[in-house]
């Protein structure tokens, strides 16, 4: 169970943007004299457990704000912009898995967050990942939605013509939140922050995880192999990794199904079975790929 010191915030900066893109509080902190933008819940939950959700490839916290919102009333919920991406400020040395995993680590530290469960998408994949190994003792469960880097994403013109077969794949509107938050990443971070994340060897740490890990992959997603060799991967070892595949989606998975991505996360946060809900549309499903042997046992229902 996680827990939690308040800790007062520095005087908040002027620059907020101009209108709240969610139910969740829009904030700033500084850590290590850079300002830190992020979003938490507006109201103390009644349960205890803190929740963080980390983004992904040069874009901000906002295009996971669907999924996060659904779950800021159960979990403690934080949504920061890492330094260097979205709205906070930029530093030199933020442009690597491990910086980055620090980074994370430093904004629970300046939140008083002693433990959490991260959730990330596509990139912060791979930062939960690090974090994990490198501060087991802070991490609860790790939730890793379309994990992206790796061999499959190599060279950089074959994860360029992947991102151009998911934008059409994905909704419409979420050009409106990605596009802004590349232009100001800019292509020179762009090319450093790639070589960092096809080298990182997130296969062979998330195998070496020893907490319960939730994996959830969209069947529409170009950035990842099928589902019949991410089972084989994942089969390599005795592992405490849970993957689903979701139907119907692809990579952004956080901003265009949040209400199946919010459910499974609950079941897979209270080890319930992974179930679908019947007022789904038919096209979207959710089924087990793999459960590692060291996984949770499912709970019965009360």
């Given amino acids: 169970m996680s827990t939690r010191k308040p800790t007062p915030g520095p005087p908040q900066p002027k620059r907020l943007p101009r209108r709240p893109a969610s139910s969740l509080a829009e904030k700033w902190t500084r850590i290590d004299d850079v300002d830190v933008f992020y979003r938490e819940s507006p109201r103390p939950s009644r349960d205890p457990r803190v929740m963080a959700h980390v983004h992904g490839f040069g874009l901000s916290g906002r295009y996971l704000l669907p999924t996060a919102e659904m779950l800021a009333e159960e979990f403690h919920t934080y949504v920061p912009d890492l330094p260097g991406f979205g709205h906070s400020g930029k530093r030199r040395d933020m442009l690597d898995i491990p910086d980055l995993a620090r980074a994370t680590l430093d904004f629970l530290d300046d939140r008083g967050v002693e433990k959490a469960t991260l959730v990330g998408n596509s990139m912060g994949c791979p930062v939960i990942i690090e974090f994990a190994h490198r501060y087991p003792e802070r991490i609860d469960r790790a939730v890793l939605v379309s994990p992206a880097g790796g061999l499959f994403n ?14 059409p794949r994905e909704p419409v509107r979420m050009a409106r939140v990605a596009v802004p938050d590349y232009v100001r990443f800019g292509v020179p971070s762009t090319v450093r922050m790639f070589r960092a994340l096809t080298q990182y060897p997130s296969l062979q740490r998330l195998l070496e995880m020893k907490l319960p890990t939730l994996v959830v992959l ?6 990842l192999p099928h589902a019949h060799r991410v089972d084989e991967i994942a089969s390599q070892t005795d592992s405490h990794v849970l993957v689903v595949m979701l139907e119907g989606a692809a ?13 499974v996360i609950r079941h897979f946060m209270d080890d319930l079975p992974i179930e ?7 096209h979207v499903r959710l089924y087990e790929v793999h459960r590692g042997k060291h996984h949770p046992p499912t709970k019965p229902k009360s």
């Fill in 251 to 263: 990579h952004a998975i956080n901003f265009s199904h949040p209400g199946q991505l919010a459910h």
């Fill in 218 to 223: 969209g069947q529409r997603d170009p950035l």
């Fill in 154 to 167: 190599q060279p950089l013109r074959r994860a360029m013509t992947q991102l151009s077969q998911d934008a």
């Fill in 276 to 282: 679908n809900d019947p007022a789904w549309p038919g």
